[in-house]
């Protein structure tokens, strides 16, 4: 009876880990083809948009340009660090039509900049990046707070109603400024060749578990199987 029970144990886990294995497999393969078809797409010239947004063509991840007026009047920004340095991320409202408009992510800004207006452009101005969909928030981050200006992570939704944008768009995607002649981040002793600081297209194609990542999962999950296999069939010949 002992017996049965071990080998039910073994066998059990076996099939646990083969599924853990197989799922991170799944997961690498996914992530894989994620990779190329971002990479693909950004790979194209900035097509120009403005809103509404045609409701036949998927925009999502693909390089776009518009041209509109930024209100810096109504400009978030959320603390957030750049390569171990302090400073902010600004989002801004940028007004197209009308009251139609768009969010955009202009990039990061140092702390000691905050408020200046050498990095917000007047005017008409023309911006390009990469639209992209509206983002689950983790359980672990804070609501944001219209009443206290205090922004924690990005809400098209409670943007737009803050910035008055009306059109769906703007309630749904945001516009991520992207300088794509830069191929890489900007260090801190380059002293800031612009600010704000865009982002570069490799941030895109880039997860915090890469592929390689799974595929070491995996083989964790496949060599743990075995083990327990291994131990299964050890006990079924009387050896433990």
Known sequence: MK??????IFG???????????????????KENLIQER????????????????????????????KG???????????????EMNGYRVITPLFIKGKQGILVNRGWIPRDMKGKQEYRPQGEVEVEGILKPKEEKSKFVPENSIALGEWYYIDPEVMAEYSGLENPEAKHKVLQEVNFSRNRVVYQEEDFPEVPIRSVKS??????????????????WFSSAAICIAFNILILKGRL
């Open 39 to 66: 990479s693909q797409h950004l790979e194209k010239d900035p097509e120009s948009i403005s809103v509404p947004l045609p409701t036949e063509k998927e925009y999502d991840y693909l390089p776009v340009k518009t």
């Open 12 to 30: 059990g886990g076996a099939l646990m880990c083969l599924r853990g294995g197989f799922w991170q497999l799944r997961r690498k393969n996914w």
């Open 203 to 220: 941030e895109f194609s880039s997860f915090t578990i890469m592929p390689e990542t799974h595929l070491g999962y995996s083989l964790f």
């Open 3 to 8: 017996k049965v029970i071990v080998t039910g």
């Open 69 to 83: 007026t930024f209100d810096h009047s109504k400009e978030m920004l959320m603390l957030r660090k750049y390569e």
